[in-house]
């Protein structure tokens, strides 16, 4: 997620940073940097040009050039600016009753999945979504919200077979809310506030590209709803065709919100800049991976904060505590500092990494760590570390020590990689438990040497 614009921002910033004074030419030429920068990452010209031009009138004030560290000043400033940018503070859903969100935007660009993730993330806030699939163009919509909705185990209104009248499917959404039949009375029911559900996600259909027909359905039923939000799902991967669709969507229906899509897969990320710019509507939900559990509310702070190499310590730690279980990993801390800890507990421990999300991810929430020359993480070399300690008996995992040649060869066939590879494995493992052990030993010596002393 901004990998390329972030790297190339922090080599700029550094430059600078480097220099003792900082004079209107050092700041032209970087801002120059700055604006191809923004560009190769697809943020629209007249946004990258206006964005230079707020950063620049600020940089050039007095106090940062008479500044003793006016490099690190200007950071402070681009960083303040980008935050600004991407749409200050985190704007929080509206979910007054009765409580409904309409799901907009092109096909292909992840509403229907989108619509599922964010049922999924209010569920576990406490609330009680329903999905209600409104894609009457595309059967296999409906079919794939069904599906989801099974997954997250979330329930799903699914209109009667051959319907095409948006509105009358919209109705019957409402009136199946108290199991009335009285399609009539729904909106005055819905309006009572007698309803079974706390919130209502309603997935609509979209189009290859905007059109005047999807427009005017789109209008119809959102005058027939009257959603608290409308979130147009974008993908971050469109790059200048960004502005257009949300602009057309904005214009035509008001907005309340974006979600942006795909940003795991895109490097530049411009859309971002580029839709919150233009329309003014915050970015509500980011989407970084395909799992349902892959969705997250975006705090423009901390984003901009990862952007320049500042790290996201607060995403850190809240994804920890989300996916971490705190008495397992004081078990495995306790284990690390001993000759007991043993291939079930490097197993269990490789799984909880794995639910912190791609470990790509997590290198970029860590100060100064997302563009350090050579770190990366290959997901490929982490199954195949998974897949050599898989092929292991249940014997071998508890005591180590008994990984002989002729058991090494058969676990190399096993997980399908070389005896080379299992050795380095088992070598690495026995260097990090005497290294965990020794660590211990030195705890424990300084807690004997700090008694002594007092």
Excluded: C, W
Aim: glycine letters at 8%; a positive charge.
């Amino acid at each position: 997620m901004f990998s390329q614009l972030g790297d190339r921002l922090q080599d700029i910033f550094k430059d600078l940073r480097g220099h003792g004074t900082i004079s209107e030419s050092n700041i032209n030429d970087a801002l120059r940097q700055v604006r191809l920068a923004l560009l190769e990452a697809d943020v629209d010209f007249q946004v990258a040009k206006n964005f230079v031009a707020r950063v620049k009138e600020k940089a050039l004030g007095e106090e940062v050039l008479r500044s003793i560290t006016p490099g690190q000043q200007i950071v402070k400033i681009f960083h303040e600016e980008l935050t600004a940018l991407l749409g200050g503070n985190a704007a929080p859903l509206n979910l007054e009753k009765p409580s409904r969100i309409l799901i907009v935007g092109l096909n292909g660009a992840g509403k229907t999945t989108s619509a599922a993730k964010l049922a999924r993330l209010l569920k576990k806030q406490g609330h009680s979504p329903r999905l209600v699939a409104m894609d009457l163009q595309r059967p296999a919509a409906i079919e794939q919200l069904a599906t989801l909705g099974q997954q997250i185990d979330v329930p799903v209104f699914t209109p009667t077979p051959n319907e095409k009248d948006v509105l009358r499917a919209a109705a019957a959404a409402i009136a199946a809310v108290a199991g009335r039949d009285n399609i009539e009375n729904a909106d005055r029911q819905a309006a009572a506030g007698d309803r079974g559900y706390s919130v209502d996600i309603f997935d609509t259909a979209g189009r290859q590209e905007i059109d005047q027909p999807l427009i005017e359905e789109l209008k119809r039923l959102r005058d027939f709803l009257q959603p608290q939000e409308i979130l147009l799902v974008g993908d971050a991967a469109t790059g200048q065709q960004a502005v257009s669709v949300a602009t057309h969507f904005n214009d035509a229906l008001q907005i309340t919100g974006i979600v942006l899509t795909k940003l795991d897969g895109d490097a530049r990320g411009g859309a971002a800049l580029s839709m919150r710019e233009v329309t003014q509507r915050p970015i509500k939900f980011v989407g970084i991976g395909e799992k349902l559990d892959q969705f997250e509310i975006f705090a423009p702070d901390r984003l901009a904060g990862r952007i320049l190499g500042m790290g996201d310590i607060v995403g850190l730690v809240e994804k920890a505590a989300e996916a971490v279980d705190e008495e397992e990993a004081e078990r495995l801390e306790r284990k690390l500092r001993t000759t007991k800890f043993d291939f079930n507990d490097f197993l269990a421990q490789f799984k909880m990494m794995r639910k912190l999300g791609p470990l790509e991810n997590i290198l970029g929430m860590l100060p100064g760590m997302s563009n350090v020359p050579g770190l990366s993480v290959d997901d490929r070399q982490l199954r195949r570390i998974e897949a050599i300690v898989l092929s292991m008996t249940p014997q071998e995992r508890t005591r180590p020590d008994i990984l002989n040649a002729r058991r090494r060869q058969r676990i190399a066939r096993g997980s399908g990689r070389t005896v080379t590879e299992v050795n380095d494995l088992l070598q690495r493992f026995n260097q990090m438990r005497k290294l965990m052990k020794n660590a211990g030993k030195m705890k424990r010596k300084l807690k004997e040497l700090q008694r002594l002393h007092r």
